[in-house]
């Protein structure tokens, strides 16, 4: 069964940057497209970005499209959210989400994905 484990949270001045990493335990990532959300306390769980299965190009959320970046290592079976420009409210838990064989076509709905991380925070603050 596809295990996620998540690294690169922590805390990060505003303007900042800071690089999520999302790697499957005795698995591999290529054949499942592959989310990031975020929940913030007292809010619901919101899409980031998503990459499709394969050789699939990510899609953002219209809140963090020119500032974060999704890319996808074969090699080291993860996936990676390099974020910018970091504002307070991007401050969240972040979650790592998979479901395979999703080709051609990713989602931000939680709905659509079978296999969650545990979740990393990120705080930007002073």
């Known amino acids: 069964q596809l295990q996620l484990v998540e690294s690169g949270g922590g805390l990060v001045q505003p303007g900042g940057s800071l690089t999520l990493s999302c790697a499957a335990s005795?698995?591999?990532?290529?054949?499942?497209?592959v989310g990031w959300f975020r929940q913030a306390p007292g809010k619901e769980r919101e899409g980031v970005s998503c990459?499709?299965?394969?050789?699939?190009?990510?899609d953002y959320a219209y809140s963090v499209k020119d500032r974060f970046t999704m890319s996808r290592d074969n090699t080291k079976t993860a996936v990676h959210l390099q974020m910018s420009s970091l504002k307070a409210e991007d401050t969240a838990v972040y979650y790592c989400?998979?479901?395979?064989?999703?080709?051609?076509?990713?989602?931000?709905?939680?709905?659509?994905?079978?296999?969650w991380g545990q979740g990393t925070q990120v705080t930007v603050s002073s």
């Open positions: 989400a998979a479901v395979p064989l999703l080709y051609g076509i990713c989602a931000l709905s939680t709905r659509d994905y079978t296999t």
């Open positions: 005795k698995s591999s990532l290529r054949d499942y497209a």
């Open positions: 990459i499709s299965a394969g050789d699939g190009s990510p």
